[in-house]
């Protein structure tokens, strides 16, 4: 291989990393190459750890090394309440906020028919059986308020309605800090349909 | 380990990427686990090869499998002209255009004192043993026009008057496309400064 490919190679490889293209592909590349080769190794060995241990939780689908994740496995969480987000990430930011002590049940994606992506790739079955368990009083839909975030809380609401669990979803409306002057219609619209008394 | 600490070690291994924060680097790290194994573990190929196999060129210091980089073994360029650039990225984009036939020499960076990055660094040793060689009739300064960069011109500059080699700096001027209404200061007064029969 010459010096070339080699460095092609990597270059061709860091592309498959969102939000990557061609030019922060060679950024990076020779950044690893002559600044950081220990930073470059660490990729190497963190990278080969997760991809042989990290698998999914059996219950909840997060990511996970064992059968039962950390948060499935607590007895501090209400097990009756289930909150079913589409990515790790989204779980991360309710954990952090500190607000929820329910179980989760992560999708990894969102339906996206265009795309290849229908109920078999977001382990419906296994959140059927879940919500068949009759374990589950309460399911919260925390998808995205994206079309397709939309769609999936859709599908997933009439699962949940024909095995009678209840069904709510997170509340629309000004988010914190939020000027009237920069909000969208949508936004507006729903703020004054959701108004509370004060 | 446990699924989080795995997850955060990539994670936090993935920040060492230039302009990768905490939220990238975790888009990234699901992305490689979850939607792209194949990619991953294409990075882990590379990057293993790439970090075996890539030296520096003996010549010109560029990376290189091989004792003397493509560029330096061939026999169809100039060995009297020798380009000076910052970083591998610029000789790419200087090859690319296609105009320029004579050697290079990468310094893998510029004259930053702050950062730690002073002359040995540089390779300026391996540069002036070339410029001792009595070989270069000409040396062609392709430092970036940033602050650091003509710092390192200069410098370079100096060391090649003493050693009797002609030693010339690429054309300041308006880029190609370029508006008048837009430029800088600086550039329109070296424009000006610069300008040419026509």
């Keep these: 291989m010459s010096p070339t490919s080699a460095i092609a190679a990597l270059q061709q490889a860091l592309k498959c990393l969102p939000g990557v293209g061609p030019k922060s592909a060679q950024r990076m590349a020779f950044h690893l190459l002559e600044r950081d080769q220990d930073g470059a190794r660490e990729i190497l060995v963190s990278l080969a750890h997760a991809l042989k241990t990290v698998k999914h939780c ?10 039962l994740c950390n948060i499935c496995a607590s007895s501090h969480r209400n097990p009756g309440l289930l909150c079913v987000l589409e990515t790790p990430a989204d779980l991360e930011s309710v954990e952090q906020a500190g607000i929820y002590k329910g179980m989760y049940f992560v999708l990894m994606g969102h339906l996206s028919p265009l795309d290849g992506i229908g109920p078999d790739e977001l382990s419906i079955r296994q959140l059927i059986q879940l919500l068949e368990s009759g374990q589950i009083n309460e399911i919260i839909l925390a998808t995205n308020l ?4 939309e769609a999936t ?3 997933i609401g009439d699962i ?3 095995r009678d669990v209840k069904v709510t979803r997170l509340a629309r409306g000004l988010p ?3 000027e009237l002057e920069y909000m969208d219609q949508g936004t507006l619209s729903q703020a004054f349909e959701g108004r509370r008394e004060y």
């Design 176 to 178: 914190m800090g939020g």
């Design 160 to 162: 949940a309605r024909k």
């Design 58 to 67: 059996s219950r909840c689908n997060n990511f996970s090394v064992t059968e």
């Design 153 to 155: 809380a859709d599908y």
């Design 146 to 149: 994206t079309v397709e975030g």
